[in-house]
């Protein structure tokens, strides 16, 4: 009993300094309600509280990418990292009363969205409703990013430009999915001769973005 | 700067695979701002990926893009808007299969490491700090007051502010200063940003004062975290300015260059507090604001060939 309490204790003291919130304890998978279950009914004993970090940890590593990407179309690059972390703090504060048990992914996301919408409120103190979608537009909430998505946007269409028109429609072509073959075809070129001037065009536009954006 | 949309595989499968990375990546409104460059608005529209994808939807969520046909593909690389809506599908309701997708991102991993380390700190000092639930132990109100978690932390802070202020007092008596994150160098300096004037001479007056940051080449962390700032410090009064002698498409611009600079700045910064060597961090803080100077420099000179042509 003393030996667990005193494991217990030295992983709650120096298990977070060696990064081992996450361990691989157990070898079946559980779901994620079942793991939110447990983070969710921690008491205040040492074994709880150990057991409910490392399940959150668990949960962590299931979604926390999924997470980060959708955040990433919606908040500045430089407030990614904190806004992810806000999340997950929720997740762990709120999970005790806030989860009703059923689809843990779908909660996580809400708290994400109602999170962008909080900082979309403070940022903008008369909101004009309340539906989320409304708030949270995938690029209108981040304009500095936006900025530069689009600069992004106009060099690109500038140096598109500046390819002689057969070039540009097999770029235009190429990367709207459309295969060699049906290109081929359309343009009245060979194979070979396609691949060629599609390589040659796209290093012209890799050297025209890299001055235009540099 | 990497362009995403030129990395798109030639092999049609291979290009399918590339779109699903982006689709859980960290990159997709970047590639979405170039295909919207590439391809102009079509004619005809789906409004939405259900309407796109129609039956399929459900088998996209579950096996991929793979799963639908080449033209759906083609569809949504020529209306990328609707990337985003898929993205959110795949995110918030796509099956196991997109657990497997790797992604192009390639500072996912570090920033999910990061994060994790620091959610583990903070729940457990939430633990530790606030137990929660109402039952709190007898034998944790038992705890004597000096071995309290908040008397730990003040006594720490207390040590801390000793230390840093006889630090402080010993380094402001040594050759290097640190200094505080306010200025008069560079774009601080209140006679860096002239008011009227020609816009070349405008745009090459700013790069001149941006030179200024190769006058100091601080070796230490701290030193060179507090001139990273300062310089950061300036892009935001740049990006902030109304800077007069500009069209409105410069300011545009050089507004857009300061805010790359600013987060290339903020990234720099980041490092060097994750411990990654000062002078590796400084050579790239150099890289970034030459790459500044050179564009803005390139821009006066633009400016002034179009006044002179």
């Keep these: 009993m003393a030996i667990d309490f005193a494991f217990l204790l030295i992983r709650s003291r120096f298990g977070p300094r060696l990064g081992v919130m996450v361990t691989n304890l157990d070898t079946a998978p559980r779901s994620d309600a079942e793991m939110a279950r447990i983070v969710a009914s921690r008491d205040s004993s040492p074994k709880a509280m150990i057991e409910a970090q490392e399940t959150l940890g668990h949960l962590y590593q299931r979604h926390g990418s999924k ?83 689009e600069e992004r946007r106009a060099a690109l269409k500038r140096c598109l430009e500046q390819l002689d028109a057969r070039s540009r429609e097999l770029v235009q072509r190429r990367l709207g999915g459309e295969d060699y073959p049906a290109i081929c075809q359309r343009l009245g070129l060979t194979s070979a001769m396609a691949h060629r001037i599609f390589h040659e065009a796209k290093n012209r536009l890799k050297n025209c973005l890299e001055r235009a954006l540099t | 700067m990497k362009t995403h949309l030129l990395e798109m595989p030639d092999n049609p499968a291979e290009a399918t695979r590339w779109l699903e990375g982006h689709l859980v990546g960290l990159d997709l409104s970047e590639l979405v701002a170039e295909l919207l460059a590439v391809h102009p608005a079509p004619q005809e529209t789906a409004t939405s990926v259900q309407e796109l994808l129609g039956d399929r939807l459900d088998d996209v969520l579950d096996r991929g893009l793979a799963d639908a046909a080449p033209e759906v593909v083609s569809e949504l690389l020529r209306q990328p808007l609707l990337l985003f809506e898929l993205q959110e599908l795949v995110l918030t309701k796509g099956g196991d299969y997109w657990n497997r997708v790797r992604t192009h991102s390639k500072d996912i991993e570090t920033r999910l490491e990061t994060g994790r380390q620091r959610l583990t700190a903070l729940v457990t000092t939430q633990s530790q700090g606030k137990p929660e639930g109402n039952q709190a132990s007898p034998k944790a109100l038992l705890i004597i007051w000096y071995r309290r978690p908040w008397f730990v932390s003040l006594a720490t802070a207390a040590t801390m502010l000793l230390a840093f202020s006889v630090y402080e007092a010993f380094r402001a008596s040594t050759t290097e200063t640190a200094g505080s994150v306010s200025s008069t160098w560079g774009w601080n300096k209140p006679t860096s940003r002239p008011l009227d004037g020609p816009a070349p001479a405008y745009l090459n007056r700013l790069a001149e004062a941006a030179e200024e940051w190769f006058s100091k080449r601080p070796e230490k962390p701290l030193a060179l975290a507090t001139r990273i700032a300062e310089f950061r410090q300036g892009c935001s009064k740049l990006i902030l300015s109304t800077h007069e002698p500009l069209s409105d498409e410069d300011r545009r611009w050089l507004i857009v260059r300061c805010r790359l600079c600013a987060a290339k700045l903020d990234k720099h910064l980041a490092a060097l507090e994750a411990g990654r060597g000062p002078l590796q961090v400084r050579d790239e803080a150099d890289q970034t604001i030459r790459d500044l100077i050179k564009a803005i420099r390139a821009r006066a000179e633009e400016v002034t060939s179009c006044t002179i042509g």
Excluded: M, Y
């Design chain 1, 67 to 149: 997470l980060l990407a959708f955040l990433s179309t919606r908040v500045r690059r430089s407030d990614l990292d904190d806004i992810h972390q806000e999340i997950w703090s929720r997740v762990w504060s709120r999970l005790p009363e806030g989860f009703d048990g059923k689809d843990f992914r779908g909660w996580l996301f809400k708290i994400a969205r109602n999170l962008l919408v909080d900082r979309s409120r403070k940022k903008h103190p008369a909101p004009l409703e309340d539906h989320v979608e409304n708030l949270v537009d995938p690029l209108g909430n981040r304009p500095d990013a936006r900025l530069i998505d």
